[in-house]
């Protein structure tokens, strides 16, 4: 029997994780088995699996792990068109069930069964992946697998943009510089907006987007009124929209008071600690006296295109964005590294050793 080397876990947590040899993927009629030459660490997904008890709501064990892959077409079902052996691709990992009410209505987003490769299907940490060919998206040559996996996270971050629904002329703030700030600051640069400016902490990273042509500021966690007196200066009447991925409850109260009345505040990172609002009734209030909206962002359907566009022709930047890379026998290594060193923006682990291209 053809087998391939993975990363199986059997349940949430380490100790029930490896690395070993398995069955190579069946391909189905539908299908086609991608060579995985990239697959990115989704650092709080990925930490949650390793976590005992963790992985989530989504996920099924046992299973292989990694939903941000690109590779090489290896093998196409007989069904399948447009595809063959020796293309590079990436692919979408959501797979909506088709039939609970909110399929048959409509918002596959929104599904109750909501599969996913990596969570509850086989993901990409491994050599090789099954699935299905309709969710398979060719890559331009100027893509290097390594960037290309930054389509996932791309794809969420698009979602946020069309639920945005950025008017022209509109004014944006987006705040948190990991990579989903960074994403989302040259996606909504590149909207509508007349003016997108990005807030960070990390000064190399907003150099990076000042070079893209996107405004910085540097927050300052210490004293919030020092980033407030510049954005004071720059948006005297406020901004129509707020991305915030900072994940920090005192950073949404420094920036909710820039909202316009009519804006719209977009959570797109969690927050991982328990957050006190002093007082709730006044913070809800504040949104409904000012017409404002909270969106809530979390992932995507459908996507991957559009997304797959933007990185192709460099309205999204996505090369400053991987700065380790691993071999698959290194992958408990790579997360660790993920999680202590601050220098890590987003980790991507080559199962069939270094990609050429
Ligand atoms: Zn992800
Ligand atoms: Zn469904």
């Known amino acids: 029997m053809r087998m391939m080397k993975a990363l199986v876990h059997e349940k949430a947590g380490r100790p029930n994780a490896s690395i070993k040899m398995v069955p190579y993927p069946t391909c189905g009629d539908d299908e086609v088995i991608i060579k995985v030459m990239a697959c990115g660490i989704c650092k709080w997904a990925e930490i949650s699996h390793d976590t005992v008890g963790g992985g989530g709501t989504l996920a099924r064990y046992p299973v292989i792990t990694g939903h941000e892959f690109a590779g090489i077409i290896e093998e196409v079902g007989k069904n399948v068109k447009d595809l063959k052996p020796g293309d590079r691709v990436t692919a979408d990992n959501a797979i909506p069930c088709g039939y609970c009410w909110y399929c048959k209505n409509g918002k596959p987003l929104y599904c109750e069964n909501f599969g996913s490769h990596g969570h509850n299907r086989n993901g990409g940490f ?115 929209i707020i991305v915030d991925t900072s994940g920090s409850w005192p950073m949404v109260q420094s920036l909710i008071k820039f909202l316009r009345k009519g804006g719209r505040f977009i959570q797109y990172g969690s927050y991982h600690s328990q957050i006190q609002i002093e007082n709730p009734a006044k913070f809800l209030n504040d949104l409904h006296y000012n017409n404002q909206q909270y969106i809530g962002v979390s992932c995507q359907v459908n996507n991957f295109p559009r997304a797959v566009e933007y990185m192709g022709t460099g309205k999204c930047k996505v090369d400053m964005l991987v700065t380790h890379t691993f071999d698959l026998d290194d992958y408990f290594l790579a997360l660790d590294t993920n999680k202590t060193d601050k220098s890590t923006l987003k980790v991507v682990i080559h199962p069939n050793g270094k990609p050429e291209g």
């Open 126 to 240: 491994a050599q090789y992946m099954s699935i299905i060919a309709k969710n398979v998206v060719k890559i331009p040559d100027n893509l290097s697998f390594d960037e290309a996996t930054l389509a996932e996270p791309v794809a969420c971050a698009v979602e946020a943009l069309d639920r945005a629904d950025v008017k022209p002329g509109e004014e944006v703030i987006v705040s948190g510089m990991g990579p989903h700030g960074i994403i989302l600051a040259q996606l909504f640069h590149h909207s509508n907006a007349q003016r997108c400016v990005a807030i960070g902490l990390v000064e190399s990273r907003l150099r990076k987007l000042e070079s893209y042509g996107i405004t910085t500021v540097l927050a300052e966690r210490s004293d919030c009124s020092v980033h407030e007196a510049q954005l004071e200066k720059m948006f005297p009447n406020g901004v129509d």
